[in-house]
């Protein structure tokens, strides 16, 4: 079973500022990572995934992501953030061994809200 | 293009009253699909998810089904409400190393 611990339950933060989103799991066996967005009253859009290969991850709209094992961590950053960067992250991991299904365990969520 | 589609887009139902969601899915045959619950200020739960047509594995207990009639449909279903039925169902498909989301039911129960 796995589990996904979102540290943060909100973020303020002023525009133009750096952000990070901190993110840790828990799993018996390896597993891909990934940082979903959720804007008000929408369905999830996904930001960046890890599946394999270089730790360092970056996605769509500026941010990025680091695989670290050791730590079992998987932080969202953005460097400067934008009011259109309101919105609600999740972070979520799914298995890498599928008996069946391809099932994703998120994290609490992080409220993320920019002011100007 | 891969498209889903969730109907109705909100709904406000009263308690003991019986549901049905609906997830469609286009641009794509025999996907995984999955159902999932955001309640209020919580987080994101898998609640059923179907590798074919017929086939459903649920893993949450509860008051809710899910049936998948046709290989793009995907249909979540309660013969009776309860008030913590209440929040936001996602619908989504899984692709190639992630899963692609519907734009969500919001359900409100009175």
């Known amino acids: 079973a796995q589990s996904v611990t979102q540290l943060d339950s909100q973020v303020p933060v002023f525009e133009e500022a750096p952000v990070e989103l901190r993110c840790n799991y828990s799993s018996s066996v390896s597993v891909y990572l990934f940082w979903y967005v959720q804007y008000p009253n929408q369905g999830l859009q996904l930001l960046l995934k890890?599946?394999?290969?270089?730790?360092l991850v970056k996605g769509i709209n500026g941010f990025e992501a680091e695989f670290n094992k050791s730590q079992t961590s998987f932080h969202l950053r953005k460097p400067s953030v934008h009011i259109s960067d309101t919105a609600e992250y999740f972070c979520?991991?799914?298995?890498?061994?599928?008996?069946?299904?391809?099932?994703?365990?998120f994290g609490g969520g992080t409220r993320v809200l920019v002011k100007p | 293009s891969q498209t889903i589609h969730q109907w109705p887009a909100t709904l406000v139902q009263p308690v003991g009253s019986p549901l049905s969601l609906e997830c469609t899915v286009e641009g794509t045959s025999n996907p995984n699909l999955y159902w999932y619950r955001q309640a209020a200020g919580r987080g994101l739960q898998l609640l059923f998810y179907s590798v074919g047509i017929g086939q459903i594995s649920s893993e949450v207990p509860q008051n809710l089904s899910a049936s998948r009639p046709q290989d793009r449909q995907f249909i979540l279903s309660s013969k009776k409400l309860l008030l913590s039925d209440s929040g936001f169902y996602l619908c989504?498909?899984?692709?190639?190393?992630?899963?692609?989301f519907g734009p969500g039911t919001r359900l409100t129960v009175t």
């Open positions: 989504a498909r899984e692709g190639p190393g992630e899963q692609y």
């Open positions: 979520a991991v799914s298995p890498m061994i599928k008996a069946a299904g391809n099932k994703l365990t």
């Open positions: 890890y599946l394999s290969g270089s730790t």
